[in-house]
Structures are given as C-alpha cells and as structure tokens.
C-alpha cells in the first residue's frame, strides 16, 4: 500500500487525462483532500488500488445549425472550386490565342521588314536610273542618232520610274 500526496496536476499527469478530470475522479471516489502550503489541494492516493481507465468519449448530438452552416460551407467551396477551374480553362484559351497573335505579330514584323529592305533597293535603283538619265539628257548632241537614243533611253528611263513611283505609292 503505497499512499501518495498529489496536486490535481500531478495525478492527471499520472493518470493521462486532464486537470479536471483528475478533481472529479478525486470527489467521486471520496478520496482525502488537504490544502498545501501554497494553497493548492493535495489528494491522498492508494496509486495500488486505484485502477483507472478513462471512458471513451460520447459524441455530442450535432447542432443542427453548425451542420447545415457546414452544408453551406461545404457547397460555397465546391462552387468556387469549379468557378477556379472555369476561369483556368479560360485563361489557357486566352494564352493560346495570345501565342497565336503574338506568332502573328512576329511574320508580320518579317514581312515589313522584307518590305522595307525591298523598298530601299526600288528607291536605289530608281535614283541611279535617274542620275543615269540625267547622264544622258545632258551628254546629248544635237540631231545625231546618239542624242535621238539618249532622248529615247530617257523617256524608257522616265516610265520606269514614273511606275515605280506609282507602286510605292499604293
């Protein structure tokens, strides 16, 4: 018989249940109750005898407010839930057509490039025929058959460019 004097604390801490289940089973069984000297209450215990297993706990009856409140909770989140993967199909979508513009944008860059390398050499090409005409027109002697080819090379060279020009010009 080994008899201990034990705060409620230490006896839980024995027993492995609360503070407060340790008092109860302390005023159920009767046992010897003394005040310490700082104030706190000692129980005298037989630890030999006292054979204490705790009871599982009973389920409390549901409030049937908390459970429709946990039906609600329960519907908001599958909602939103497939709101979120809506609006993540929706964002795929929008990023493919977002590749596709952008794929777009890139061969459209190409071409006005290509356009405008094509425009520099027209426009070069255009100039030199020009000084070439102006070459001719001021080489050109009288009646001679060389002034009446220069005269006819620079209407064939004034076509030329008065068509480029025309093209550039759409």
Same mark, same amino acid.
């Not at 709101?83 to 794929?103: G, K, M, N, S």
């Given at each position: 018989?080994?008899?201990?004097?034990?705060?409620?604390?230490?006896?839980?801490?024995?027993?492995?249940?609360?503070?407060?289940?340790?008092? *109860?089973?302390? %005023?159920?069984?009767?046992?010897? %109750?003394?005040?310490?000297?700082?104030?706190?209450?000692?129980? *005298?215990? !037989?630890? &030999?005898?006292?054979?204490?297993?705790?009871?599982?706990?009973?389920?409390?009856? +549901?409030?049937? @407010? +908390?459970?429709?409140?946990?039906? @609600?909770?329960?519907?908001?989140?599958? *909602?939103?839930?497939?709101? @979120?993967? $809506?609006?993540?199909?929706?964002?795929?979508?929008?990023?493919?057509?977002?590749? $596709?513009?952008?794929?777009?944008?890139? %061969?459209?860059?190409?071409?006005?490039?290509?356009?405008?390398?094509?425009?520099?050499?027209?426009?070069?090409?255009?100039?030199?025929?020009?000084?070439?005409?102006?070459?001719?027109? *001021? !080489? %050109?002697?009288?009646?001679?058959?060389?002034?009446?080819? +220069?005269?006819?090379?620079?209407?064939?060279?004034?076509?030329?460019?008065?068509?480029?020009?025309? &093209?550039?010009?759409?």
């Amino acid at each position: 018989m080994c008899v201990a004097l034990l705060t409620y604390a230490d006896l839980s801490a024995r027993l492995n249940i609360s503070r407060e289940a340790a008092r *109860s089973l302390a %005023r159920r069984r009767l046992l010897p %109750r003394s005040r310490s000297d700082d104030g706190k209450a000692l129980v *005298s215990v !037989d630890l &030999a005898e006292l054979r204490y297993t705790p009871r599982p706990r009973r389920a409390r009856p +549901a409030d049937p @407010i +908390a459970a429709s409140m946990a039906r @609600i909770e329960a519907v908001k989140t599958e *909602s939103f839930k497939a709101e @979120i993967a $809506r609006l993540e199909d929706v964002a795929t979508a929008y990023r493919a057509v977002f590749e $596709r513009e952008r794929e777009r944008a890139d %061969r459209l860059a190409a071409e006005l490039q290509q356009a405008t390398a094509e425009t520099m050499a027209a426009n070069s090409w255009a100039s030199r025929l020009e000084d070439e005409v102006t070459a001719l027109r *001021s !080489d %050109r002697r009288g009646g001679s058959i060389a002034g009446h080819a +220069a005269r006819r090379l620079g209407h064939l060279a004034a076509a030329i460019v008065k068509a480029d020009r025309a &093209a550039r010009a759409r």
